[in-house]
């Protein structure tokens, strides 16, 4: 894992609960994407007031990071990489501004010269070999992916795209693809509550034949927990046919609280939950949701 240093050359407003952060720097003439649409990098920004100052960690043998000792911890974040430009040294970055917390915040105060720190690229987005038609369904936090799995969308394949956006001020309009069909909806992004799950099932419906067919879902990560369970318990659709992503967690801190208060055997037994190799990921991810339900988390 490479870890680069970025600073701030532009910042646009896209809409106004988004900005586009172009990032340049030496660092970033090397920067290696993988391609993926949805590639997302972690973010690493500054610790304090100074926003040129951050401490950037140190890559690993085992391909993760760490803070070298005695500095300060810098707060992590996970963004996709909206495009890479090798050749000038640049990438966009799609900053939701929700209003709260560390990267929404610095997003939108961001200026040139601000300095973040990011790490080598990672992408989800793995459609079959006999890809024929691709669903791709997200909230704001996931519209960057969604925009670049567009523009990215191989010829002869059918896409059909479902965006959950706030309001009608915050649809953006995506590249323009023979084969693509985008549909706005508005609400959920922490407004009122997500009608992800809907919007997957509205767009697959039971009884949809299935071959060929690839599904993308990207957002609030509560609202997921039903969209994966509908793809993999009501359809029957095979996991290399879908990705589903949890992206943020409404008011994620009072989450993180509750999990770590409860009783150390529930702790335990829901760590033991990933201990069954033979099982498939995705069935393992949903019997733990179902227990994390069933706990009020
Ligand atoms: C693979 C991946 C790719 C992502 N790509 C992008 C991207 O390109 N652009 C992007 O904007 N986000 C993206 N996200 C989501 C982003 O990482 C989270 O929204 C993150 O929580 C933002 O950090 P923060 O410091 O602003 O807020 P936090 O400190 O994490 O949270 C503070 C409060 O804000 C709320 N909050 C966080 N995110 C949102 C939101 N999107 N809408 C409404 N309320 C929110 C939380 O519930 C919490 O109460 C991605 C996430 C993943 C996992």
Known sequence: MTIYRAVVARVRPLTPSMARITFHGEDLAAFTSTGVGDEYVRLFFPHGADRTDVSLPESTENGGWRTPEGQPEAPVRNYTIRSARPEAGEIDIDFVLHGHGTASGWAAAAR???????????????????????????????????????????????????????????????????GVRATWTYGGNGHGPS????????????????????????????????????????????????????????????????????????????????????????????????????LGL
């Open 112 to 178: 040139p010269g601000d300095v973040i720190g990011l790490n080598s690229p990672a992408g989800l987005y793995s459609p079959p070999a006999d890809l024929a038609w691709q669903v791709l369904v997200s909230d704001l936090s996931g519209l960057p992916a969604a925009g670049r799995l567009v523009e990215n969308a191989p010829g002869g394949v059918t896409t059909r795209a479902v965006l959950e956006v706030p309001d009608a001020a915050a649809v953006q309009p995506l590249p323009d693809r023979p």
């Open 195 to 294: 009608r992800l799950a809907e919007l997957v099932e509205a767009a697959i419906p039971p009884g949809t034949d299935l071959t060929g067919g690839y599904v993308w879902v990207a957002g609030q990560t509560n609202a997921l927990r039903a969209v994966r369970r509908y793809l993999r318990k009501e359809l029957k659709l095979p996991a290399e046919r879908f990705k589903v992503v949890g992206y943020w967690m409404p008011d994620g801190d009072t989450w993180t609280e509750r999990y770590e208060a409860l009783p150390a055997d529930v702790r335990s037994e829901l760590d033991r939950m990933w201990d069954n190799p033979a099982d498939e990921p995705e069935d393992l991810t949903i019997r733990y949701e179902e227990r994390l339900s069933t």
